[in-house]
T-cell receptor
């Protein structure tokens, strides 16, 4: 695809359910980032992958959040036992070069998660 | 602790006017300062970016002014158009993660 693709676009989960959010980065992009954007706020960093290696997970808010990128392309963000405070838009971004180089990060449209 | 402070929260500008959004930061390790534009239901898209060794960068109607000593940078949108109505985020980077400001909602009235 031409851009970063995220699915599903919308997800409603009952409190306590597990959810899995998918990100298809731009083909060939080494770096992949997950961000959480609460309503009316800027995106907040969750985690970073360089190829299949998760090099930074300092932004993950709790051990209920887990991300993987097993083959260095598609990534999944999993949230276990969802809580109402997890309601947000989850954004995935990818960039061509490793994250420490200042290259443009391309964002997907995000997955809007609503926990009821 | 908010590492990047953005103002104003919202801005209304007449068509053809100049929109100015300001950001301030504390971390002197930041070495990349992009501005992102976000439309409702879309992800942020890079608008323009600057590195701290440059005081100004212009791309079309968009200009970043950077003041390293004051640890401030701003976005100027010249000849603002209704199509510019969106939320704008400044950001800064040191290492891997972008740190975003809280955003400015710009409305350009025709």
């Amino acid at each position: 695809g031409a851009g970063v693709s995220q699915s599903p676009r919308y997800k409603v989960a009952k409190r306590g359910q597990d959810v899995a959010l998918r990100c298809d980065p731009i083909s060939g992009h080494v770096s992949l980032f997950w961000y959480q954007q609460a309503l009316g706020q800027g995106p907040e960093f969750l985690t970073y992958f360089q190829n299949e290696a998760q090099l930074d997970k300092s932004g993950l808010p709790s051990d209920r959040f887990f991300a993987e990128r097993p083959e260095g392309s598609v990534s999944t963000l999993k949230i276990q036992r969802t809580q109402q405070e997890d309601s947000a838009v989850y954004l995935c971004a990818s960039s061509l070069a490793p994250g420490t180089i200042n290259t443009e990060a391309f964002f997907g449209q995000g997955t809007r998660l609503t926990v009821v | 602790q908010q590492q990047v402070k953005q103002s104003p929260q919202s801005l209304i500008v007449q068509k053809g006017g100049i929109s100015i959004i300001n950001c301030a930061y504390e971390n002197t390790a930041f070495d990349y300062f992009p501005w992102y534009q976000q439309f409702p239901g879309k992800g942020p898209a890079l608008l323009i970016a600057i590195r701290p060794d440059v005081s100004e960068k212009k791309e079309g109607r968009f200009t970043i002014s950077f003041n390293k000593s004051a640890k401030q940078f701003s976005l100027h949108i010249m000849d603002s158009q209704p199509g510019d109505s969106a939320t704008y985020f400044c950001a800064a980077k040191a290492g891997t993660a972008l740190i975003f400001g809280k955003g400015t909602t710009l409305s350009v009235s025709s």
